[in-house]
Nanobody, 122 residues
Framework: QVQLVESGGGLVQAGGSLRLSCAAS????????MGWFRQAPGKEREFVAA????????RYADSVKGRFTISRDNAKNTVYLQMNSLKPEDTAVYFC???????????????WGQGTQVTVSS
């Protein structure tokens, strides 16, 4: 049974930082691309960042480039999202997702976590 468990969300002031973690189990982590998505109230879920399973290739949404960094630790079966210079518009539930190999340009992920709330106050 695959499980993705996010942690690290919370309330932070604009300009602050948070680091999200997603611990994966029940899959061969090193063969999965990992992604972060977010969904704000009243909006559709949107792509934030992804990291490939094999090489340290990454991809970011334009809205977070230069502020967010995705990374992974295959020894710990964990993917991270370091979020700096946070803005109120970053407020959302952040979801971790796993996709077996494939292209980082595809948003068709196999497994999803339950999400963690990030709230940025102005």
């Amino acid at each position: 049974q695959v499980q993705l468990v996010e942690s690290g969300g919370g309330l932070v002031q604009a300009g602050g930082s948070l680091r999200l973690s997603c611990a994966a189990s029940g899959l061969t982590f090193s063969t999965y691309n990992m992604g972060w998505f977010r969904q704000a109230p009243g909006k559709e879920r949107e792509f934030v960042a992804a990291v490939s399973y094999f090489t340290p290739n990454t991809r970011y949404a334009d809205s977070v480039k230069g502020r967010f960094t995705i990374s992974r630790d295959n020894a710990k079966n964990t993917v991270y999202l370091q979020m700096n210079s946070l803005k109120p518009e970053d407020t959302a539930v952040y979801f971790c997702a796993a996709k077996y190999r494939g292209s980082l340009n595809s948003y068709e992920y196999n497994y999803w976590g339950q999400g963690t709330q990030v709230t940025v106050s102005s």
